[in-house]
């Protein structure tokens, strides 16, 4: 019996994965272990530039390192356990560890939307204002920043779980994914979950909708504050922005599609989901660095330093 619900009689959910073929798993084993090797290095070395160059100390790259460190949170919850099932016939999960998927899932989905909107905020201060940039963005604001994204997708992930671990499961235990993804679990539970699946529309899709509308009219005033300012647009300020758009769209493209079917089980449902997990989390470094000269520029004096370091010795 469940730890965490007298009322459960389930102990453990078997993940169905992504396919039942063991040739298509071997496959998507290697590929995948790639893929998130490449998004766990790809964060970590943007972060580590950004701690040791001193020319990227400034508000948009301490927030840039917090997004980086998120998106290695977000590869992180789930995909490990589903490399390691690609390689085992029988895929289950604890009650625990799946209820510990759902919350870590909303944390660091919740705070990365947060934390988009106040990146959003950056720019605009940077090109709407620049002259007062430094003292509205000074060390204790983007600090704050990084606090309330955090606490409000801690905040949102609570509210989830609150209801879903004293929710009795007492047969059905497949899971028709990678992870423990909640419309999904709540489903799986023994009795009329229409109401838990409004409340979990409302709570996620409220918080997904508040920022994206902060971030359209957040990019829409600087888009045409920097068309204003100069015919066409500053070429750094555009590559700059056409960076921080291409992230939002990438992150809320999916969403949008699960909040018009949450609780309807699509094919396409596990590839969005492995679009989450995994490659949002690889492709944001690639758009950074490919698009910021900045970024590029302090890489390549890291790796300068590197190899001016072994050859020291």
Known sequence: MSLLNNKSVVTEFILLGLSSSWELQLFLFFIFSVF??????????????????????????????????IDVCQATFATPKMIADFLSEHKTITFEGCMSQIFFLHVFGGSEMVLLVAMAYDRYIAICKPLHYMTIMNRRVCTVLVGVSWAIGILHSASHLVFTVDLPFCGPNKVDNFFCDLPLVIKLACLDTYVLEILVL????????????????????????????????????????????????????????????????????????????????LLNPMIYTLRNKDVKEAMKRLRNQHVASKEAF
């Open 36 to 69: 998130y090797g490449a998004a766990v290095l790809g964060n970590i070395l943007i972060i580590l530039t950004v701690i040791t160059d001193s020319r990227l100390h400034s508000p948009m790259y301490f927030l840039l390192s917090n997004l980086s460190f």
């Open 202 to 281: 409302t709570n996620s899709g409220l918080l997904s909708l508040i920022c994206f509308l902060l971030l359209l009219i957040s990019y829409t005033i600087i888009l045409a504050t920097v068309h204003r300012q100069a015919s066409g647009g500053t070429p750094k300020a555009l590559s700059t922005l056409s960076a921080h758009i291409t992230v939002v769209v990438l992150f809320f493209g999916p969403l949008i599609f699960i909040y018009i079917w949450p609780f309807e089980s699509f094919t396409i449902d596990k590839f969005i989901s492995v679009f989450f997990t995994v490659f949002t989390p």
